[in-house]
């Protein structure tokens, strides 16, 4: 059985592992490892995820199967009722089995105040694009991603809540 909780300190390890291996998983086709290694370093610190764990204006959830981290999403607060949804990852052996749909869901309900929500998502992660527009968002922009050594695009996708 899958279950969603609140991330805790404790699942910080594990956290920081999932999104290593999947990170790789879906962005090593076209970042190429040493980009992926490079920002998975830089964005996903121990440090930074515990603390995220603890903001008041962040929603860390992870997926659990027994005690695996199996998945991850953070959103935040930014104000005037916008929600930013940071990270929605799924490790690929649990792709399909609404884990997504479900740590998206928790996620959002945790700013019952929040009125549009908002994320970026590469334009060549066809498979999260696609799920996205399923879960009622739409692309309202194309944005160069500022942190490619490429030509490589983004979308800014929004949701009113």
Known sequence: ??????????????????????????????????????LTDMWHKPAKLASEVEHELCASFVALKGEEVIGHALATAEGDGLVHLKRLYVDKEYHGQDVGKRLLRAAL??????????????????????????????????????????????????KAL
């Open 109 to 158: 309900a945790a700013f019952p105040n929040g009125t549009c929500a908002s994320l970026e998502v590469y334009e060549n992660n066809h498979r999260a694009v696609a799920f996205y527009k399923r879960q009622g968002f739409t692309a309202q922009e194309k944005l160069r991603d500022e942190f490619a050594k490429d030509e490589l695009y983004e979308f800014r996708m929004i």
């Open 1 to 38: 059985m899958i279950c969603i909780f609140p991330a805790q300190h404790a699942h910080v390890p594990a956290l920081k592992a999932l999104l290593y291996r999947v990170w790789h998983q879906t962005y090593t086709p076209f970042l190429g490892v040493d980009r992926v290694n490079q």
